[in-house]
């Protein structure tokens, strides 16, 4: 069982350098990789420290493992785009064609159209209005 612990602490030291090199040689961004080796090595750091006894590495390997923990969250909530509600239509954008859909609600208030009516009446309105001219 001792050699289990032993392994742990080496495969710690070999995930935590090998991503601080991957990292300071610019084969790898300090993102979700980077962040990821470093949390599995302080894991297997803090296992080898609390079988020897060492409680300051362990003690630090709990902080480098809440950093790693703490990164990894947040790169996963700003990763994450905001769910749309369910209800709403989905828009769609083709390429080359302008979104103009603000400006048609603006020009719909400011004529008084309802929903693309060309003459901008409602079409209530438009019945009365028919029978009005018959007379």
């Known amino acids: 069982m001792e050699l289990?612990?032993?392994?742990?602490g080496w495969a710690g030291a070999?995930?935590?350098?090998?991503?601080?090199?991957?990292?300071?040689?610019?084969?790898?961004?300090?993102?979700?990789?980077f962040q990821t080796a470093n949390l599995l090595g302080a894991c297997a750091f803090i296992v080898n420290g609390a079988f020897h006894q060492a409680w300051p590495s362990v003690v630090t390997n709990v902080a480098w493992?809440?950093?790693?923990?703490i990164a990894l969250l947040r790169m996963r909530s700003m990763s994450e785009p905001p769910m749309p509600a369910a209800?709403?239509?989905?828009?769609?954008?083709?390429?080359?064609?302008?979104?103009?859909?603000?400006?048609?609600a603006v020009v719909e208030v400011l004529t008084?159209?309802?929903?693309?009516?060309?003459?901008g009446q409602h079409p209530l309105?438009?019945?009365?209005d028919a029978s009005s001219s018959a007379n």
């Open 112 to 119: 008084g159209s309802d929903h693309g009516d060309a003459d």
């Open 14 to 33: 070999a995930a935590i350098l090998s991503a601080y090199l991957a990292v300071s040689m610019n084969w790898l961004k300090a993102g979700k990789g």
């Open 125 to 128: 309105h438009r019945s009365s």
């Open 65 to 69: 493992f809440l950093i790693s923990a």
């Open 4 to 8: 289990l612990w032993e392994i742990a």
């Open 87 to 104: 209800d709403a239509a989905p828009h769609v954008q083709f390429p080359g064609v302008p979104d103009t859909t603000g400006q048609l």
